[in-house]
T-cell receptor, first 109, second 118 residues
Framework: LAKITQPISMDSYEGQEVNITCSHN???????ITWYQQFPSQGPRFIIQ???TKVTNEVASLFIPADRKSSTLSLPRVSLSDTAVYYC??????????FGQGTTLQVKP | DTAVSQTPKYLVTQMGNDKSIKCEQN?????MYWYKQDSKKFLKIMFS???????INETVPNRFSPKSPDKAHLNLHINSLELGDSAVYFC?????????????????FGPGTRLTVL
C-alpha cells in the first residue's frame, strides 16, 4: 500500500500564504491526488484535485511535480476561518483510497 | 437541504451490543462510502459501494457490514461491539458516472456519527 505522509501541524498568520506538502511514494499511474478540509465536528469537505502540474480553483492551488511522488496544497492569504485539518488523499496500486494523517493548520491573528 | 445525512449523531452503547447507523444522500450519486475516524483524527475507508460492486477494506472486521436498501441509502450494521469500535463514522457519496473507473470524483461527506462503546 502507498504511504502518505504530511506534516502533523502548521502555524501561520492571517494574510500569509500557506503551503502544505504531502508525500505519496508508489502512487499509481491512474491515481489522482485530492485534498480535503475538515472543521471540528464536521465531515471533510473537498478542496481541490489534480493529476499533474498545477491546478487552481477559487480557494486553493495544487502543485504536482513531474514524478508525482509529492504534492503541495497552497492556500493564498489565509484567514482565521481557514484553521482546520487538511487531508491529502491518494489511491494506491490496488485502487484503495488512502488518507494522510492530516495537517492541523492553526491561523493566528 | 442536507446532501448527505446520518442518524444518529451520537450513539452510546455497551460492549457486545449490535447497532446500526443510517446514511442517506439526496444527490443522486451512484457510489457511497463508510469511513472510520479514530481519536487521532486518522481517516480510514471501510467500504465503498455502488449498485454493482461492494469493495471492502480487508482490515475491517466482519462484524461490520454495509446494507443498501436502495441507491440513496447505505446503512452500517455493527455486531458485537467492542471498545475499539469507539470512533466517529462518516458516510460519503460521489458520482462515478460513466467515467473511467476512479475513486477520485469529489466525495460529499455526512456530519458524522460519534459512537462510544462502554
Amino acid at each position: 500500500l502507498a504511504k502518505i505522509t504530511q506534516p502533523i501541524s502548521m502555524d501561520s498568520y492571517e494574510g500569509q500564504e500557506v503551503n502544505i506538502t504531502c508525500s505519496h511514494n508508489n502512487i499509481a499511474t491512474n491515481d489522482y491526488i485530492t485534498w480535503y478540509q475538515q472543521f471540528p465536528s464536521q465531515g471533510p469537505r473537498f478542496i481541490i484535485q489534480g493529476y499533474k502540474t498545477k491546478v487552481t480553483n477559487e480557494v486553493a492551488s495544487l502543485f504536482i511535480p513531474a514524478d508525482r511522488k509529492s504534492s503541495t496544497l497552497s492556500l493564498p492569504r489565509v484567514s482565521l476561518s481557514d484553521t482546520a485539518v487538511y487531508y491529502c488523499l491518494v489511491g494506491d496500486r490496488t485502487g484503495k483510497l488512502i488518507f494522510g494523517q492530516g495537517t492541523t493548520l492553526q491561523v493566528k491573528p | 437541504d442536507t446532501a448527505v445525512s446520518q442518524t444518529p449523531k451520537y450513539l452510546v452503547t455497551q460492549m457486545g451490543n449490535d447497532k446500526s447507523i443510517k446514511c442517506e444522500q439526496n444527490l443522486g450519486h451512484d457510489t457511497m462510502y463508510w469511513y472510520k475516524q479514530d481519536s487521532k483524527k486518522f481517516l480510514k475507508i471501510m467500504f465503498s459501494y455502488n449498485n454493482k460492486e461492494l469493495i471492502i477494506n480487508e482490515t475491517v472486521p466482519n462484524r461490520f457490514s454495509p446494507k443498501s436498501p436502495d441507491k440513496a441509502h447505505l446503512n452500517l450494521h455493527i455486531n458485537s461491539l467492542e471498545l475499539g469500535d469507539s470512533a466517529v463514522y462518516f458516510c460519503a457519496s460521489s458520482d462515478q458516472g460513466n467515467r473511467f473507473r476512479s475513486h477520485y470524483n469529489e466525495q460529499f461527506f455526512g456530519p458524522g456519527t460519534r459512537l462510544t462503546v462502554l
